[in-house]
């Protein structure tokens, strides 16, 4: 599950490393922080569930969900019953 922001929540321009947004000048960090956030959530919530742990997979899916969805999350959540 990717945790990096590839476009500009703004103004969608396809973005290139940290600093503000090249076209629209946003300052992401924020945005960013959040983003690494969901990962980590999506990541350790993959973690529960190789381990065996689907409910606290569910759990940590869904609080990634709530932060940042992505496509990939969602196809996960629904594949586990939790769309």
Do not use: F, H, N
Not at 18 to 43: H, Q
Not at 55 to 77: E, G, N, Y
């Amino acid at each position: 599950m990717a945790g990096e922001l590839e476009q500009c929540p703004i103004c969608r321009a396809r973005l290139d490393g940290d600093g503000p947004c090249r076209r629209c000048r946003a300052e992401l960090g924020t945005v960013r922080r959040v983003a690494e956030e969901s990962a980590a959530l999506a990541a350790a919530g993959l973690y529960r569930l190789a381990a065996g742990d689907r409910d606290a997979a569910v759990r940590l899916l869904r609080r990634a969900s709530t932060l940042r969805t992505t496509p990939d999350l969602a196809a996960l959540r629904s594949a586990l019953g939790d769309a």
